[in-house]
């Protein structure tokens, strides 16, 4: 029996079901990532586990007992937001031992756990400042820290890096990870950032329409995407509608002047409209005069724009059908601004799906 298990949990607002027949099971020592867009009901859905709002249906059932009807604070549970909400007029002490307090935990032992995230938090030295003399970082290991300060059995993370620069959140990515593994505890984290799930998480629970899409490792999110949503919105991809005809094992996609070839694959028709992606770094590039364009998986192009991403190059390429982006290292031979290139990429990178009903 899993840690925590979801059992057909829904909540309806009106006529919206914000989550809708959600079932997950979630081991102890896991880290896991509610990753969908705005609106898709991940922050209903964490709040149902954390118990500060109630399904219309469904079952919470956490280290083995059903919490379904018990308040928040009976849960184990501790949950840390975007909105960080320090108490402007408290220290880090002060914000750090509330919690505490509201559990009227002896003194001695409200030290002791304040000491304890000071300690692990890398705190120590600024109990005694105020919210507003803390930089972006440390305020949100001292709202992390007030969530780990009851011992909670399970912490919940919604977007609580949402309002951090680039770099301080990549650092906090590598922190919130550490954190996790030396507790051992599970981490349900929500974001609608696809790098930050994939960054930190063992499992990746992508939400849409109050629905789980997938829920898989995070390497089988990315390299295996198991519908068009979840190859459009994971990892940054090109994607090209057609016509599948089969014939031999393989599906040939024709359309937009370019024939993407891949295997077969079960509950895709001859004559069916499909929806190919490539991911950005599976296409390669080679100057046109080495030739070869004109085979499946391969197509001519001009370098439009050459963006630098530091280890990386990003060409944004112009051909007959639109626009194509590759994203290749810098340690490969560099194209310039106008060249001439023929990109491809292996039959085995293209995933493929009946083309959504939305006709994009
Ligand atoms: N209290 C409420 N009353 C009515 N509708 C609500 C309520 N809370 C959420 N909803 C609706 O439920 C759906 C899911 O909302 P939720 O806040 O869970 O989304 P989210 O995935 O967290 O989005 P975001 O990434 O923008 O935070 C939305 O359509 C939202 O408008
Ligand atoms: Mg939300």
């Given at each position: 029996m899993a840690y925590i298990h979801l059992d057909g949990v829904s909540k309806q607002y009106g006529s919206v079901w914000a989550v809708d027949r959600v079932n997950m099971a979630i081991e102890k020592h896991e880290f896991v990532s509610l990753l969908g867009p705005s609106g898709s009901g991940k922050t209903t859905l964490l709040r149902i586990i954390a118990g500060l709002e109630r399904p219309t249906t469904g079952r919470v059932l956490i280290d083995g007992e059903d919490v379904t009807e018990l308040p928040p604070h009976k849960r184990g549970v501790a949950m840390v937001f975007?909105?960080?909400?320090?108490?402007?007029?408290?220290t880090v002490y002060e914000n750090l031992a509330f919690p505490l307090r509201m559990l009227k935990l002896p003194k001695g032992e409200i030290e002791a756990r304040v000491e304890w995230v000071v300690g692990i938090l890398a705190l120590r030295g600024l109990e005694k400042r105020y919210p507003n003399q803390l930089s972006g970082g440390q305020q949100q290991r001292v709202a992390l820290g007030r969530g780990l300060v009851g011992r909670p059995k399970v912490l919940l993370l919604d977007e609580p890096l949402a309002n951090l620069d680039r770099e301080l959140r990549q650092e906090m990515e590598v922190e919130i990870r550490k954190h996790q593994t030396d507790l051992g505890i599970p981490f349900i984290y929500v974001t609608h950032n696809q790098e930050e799930a994939l960054s930190m998480s063992d499992r990746i629970a992508v939400v849409r329409g109050g629905r789980i899409e997938d829920f898989a490792s995070r390497t089988d999110i990315y390299d295996r995407p198991k519908t068009a949503f979840i190859a459009q919105f994971v990892g940054r991809s090109n994607r090209f509608t057609g016509t599948a005809a089969t014939a031999g094992g393989t599906i040939s996609l024709s359309g937009d002047g370019v024939r993407i070839e891949t295997a077969t694959r079960p509950g895709i028709a001859d004559g069916e409209r499909v929806a190919a992606y490539v991911k950005n770094e599976k296409v390669r590039l080679r100057p046109a005069s080495a030739g070869g364009a004109g085979a499946a998986n391969t197509l001519a192009a001009t370098v439009r724009y050459v963006i630098l991403r530091g280890a990386y190059a990003e060409y944004v390429l112009g051909w007959s059908g639109g626009e194509l982006v590759a994203s290749r290292p810098r340690s490969e031979a560099e194209f310039t601004e106008g060249a001439e290139v023929v990109a491809c990429w292996d039959a085995a990178d293209v995933d493929l799906f009946p083309a959504p009903e939305d006709g994009r």
């Open positions: 975007q909105e960080f909400l320090l108490f402007p007029h408290r």
